[in-house]
């Protein structure tokens, strides 16, 4: 057999392989009770609750922030990151959450926020004038 061969077969090996990998992340969003039912690694999407407390000490523990958030069924839980606050964290419009729960928190390891678009003010002002 030639080597061209084998070497383009590893190649498509590897990228299915890849794709089969990147496939685990590319799952829908669930919600808290849906995490607590499985035993595995989900992404919750919600709102932060703002009336609830957030701790972050980053003098006793940077690693360790908690806050909570409501799901798209409405139910709040508590989200415990063991990372710094991200910055303008309060100004997040959603927040998406990677982990899973333990122990009746939820434990994130990742988390990506969505904030308010700085251009939203200005497209107000452009459609007002438009319309």
Same mark, same amino acid.
């Given at each position: 057999m030639k080597?061209? #061969?084998i070497i383009a077969g $590893?190649? $498509?090996a590897a990228a299915i392989a890849l794709l089969m990998n990147s496939a685990k992340d590319m799952g829908t969003y669930s919600t808290f009770a849906q995490a607590e039912s499985k035993n595995r690694t989900v992404k919750i999407a919600g709102q932060l609750v703002k009336d609830k407390p957030m701790? #972050? &000490?980053p003098i006793k523990d940077p690693n360790y922030f908690s806050f909570y958030i409501k799901d798209t &069924? =409405?139910?709040?839980?508590?989200?415990v990151l063991l990372k710094s606050k991200p910055q303008d964290f309060e100004l @997040? !419009?959603?927040?998406?959450?990677?982990?899973?729960m *333990? *122990? =009746? !928190?939820?434990l994130a390891k990742d988390m990506l926020l969505k904030c308010? @678009?700085? #251009?939203? &003010?200005? !497209?107000?002002a452009i459609r007002n004038k438009q319309g």
């Open positions: 080597r061209i #061969y $590893l190649m $498509l701790v #972050y &000490d &069924d =409405g139910k709040e839980q508590k989200v @997040s !419009e959603q927040i998406v959450v990677t982990g899973q *333990n *122990n =009746g !928190e939820f308010p @678009s700085k #251009y939203k &003010d200005e !497209e107000i």
